[in-house]
């Protein structure tokens, strides 16, 4: 079955770096889309960055851009959210998401 497995969360301070990862199995990761979005505490889930199958296209939020930076390795199966810059209000638990397949989330904690 389909599985997203993210990883790379943590706690940061105000202006640094993380690193996310989401490993994929169960699907030919290659013929997809993938994507990242974020839920805050008390906020309704949203899309942070998406790219495209060979990852020529990428797109991001308003709110992340210039920040964040979405790639895939397609041979090992697997999307990366580089986020640098970061801010408190980028805390959130970040999911990986490909159609209506969800991981189960790694949570960014940005405070100092």
């Known amino acids: 079955q389909v599985q997203l497995v993210e990883s790379g969360g943590g706690l940061v301070q105000p202006g640094g770096s993380l690193r996310l990862s989401c490993t994929a199995s169960?699907?030919?990761?290659?013929?997809?889309?993938m994507t990242w979005y974020r839920q805050a505490p008390g906020k309704e889930r949203e899309l942070v960055a998406a790219?495209?199958?060979?990852?020529?296209?990428?797109n991001y939020a308003d709110s992340v851009k210039g920040r964040f930076t979405i790639s895939r390795d397609n041979a090992k199966n697997t999307v990366y959210l580089q986020m640098n810059s970061l801010k408190p209000e980028d805390t959130a638990v970040y999911y990986c998401?490909?159609?209506?397949?969800w991981g189960k989330g790694t949570l960014v904690t940005v405070s100092s």
């Open positions: 790219i495209s199958r060979i990852g020529s296209i990428t």
């Open positions: 169960g699907f030919t990761f290659s013929d997809y889309m």
């Open positions: 998401n490909r159609m209506d397949n």
